[in-house]
Nanobody, 125 residues
Framework: QVQMVASGGDLVQEGGSLRLSCIAS????????MGWFRQVPGKEREGISC????????DYADSVKGRFTISQDRDRKTLYLQMNSLKPEDAAMYYC??????????????????WGQGTQVTVSS
């Protein structure tokens, strides 16, 4: 199993940037595909970005392509999400998650078994 702790959420002005971090502990961090998700009250959890552990292939939701970048530091067992040009609609609770590797990276929340606690991102206009 892997345990994760997300951090880096904050209040930021529209157009600003934030970097979220997700530190993993437990065994075999390198054995999992990783992803970032977000959720606002009353809406379903949305897949934002993911990375395949085997191929390094990444995927992004259309709403964040060109603005967000996922990366990981395997030595530090840390997953990152660099968020630039933030918009008010990016405001949400952000979660990191891990899953047993699949054929391709996945943005589907139900594909993931392990979840960190959320970190809140607020964007003021």
């Amino acid at each position: 199993q892997v345990q994760m702790v997300a951090s880096g959420g904050d209040l930021v002005q529209e157009g600003g940037s934030l970097r979220l971090s997700c530190i993993a502990s437990g065994k075999n961090f390198d054995a999992y595909d990783m992803g970032w998700f977000r959720q606002v009250p009353g809406k379903e959890r949305e897949g934002i970005s993911c990375i395949s552990v085997n191929s390094g292939v990444t995927d992004y939701a259309d709403s964040v392509k060109g603005r967000f970048t996922i990366s990981q530091d395997r030595d530090r067992k840390t997953l990152y999400l660099q968020m630039n040009s933030l918009k008010p609609e990016d405001a949400a609770m952000y979660y990191c998650a891990a899953r047993v590797p699949g054929y391709s990276p996945s943005l589907i929340p139900s594909d993931y078994s392990y979840w960190g606690q959320g970190t809140q991102v607020t964007v003021s206009s």
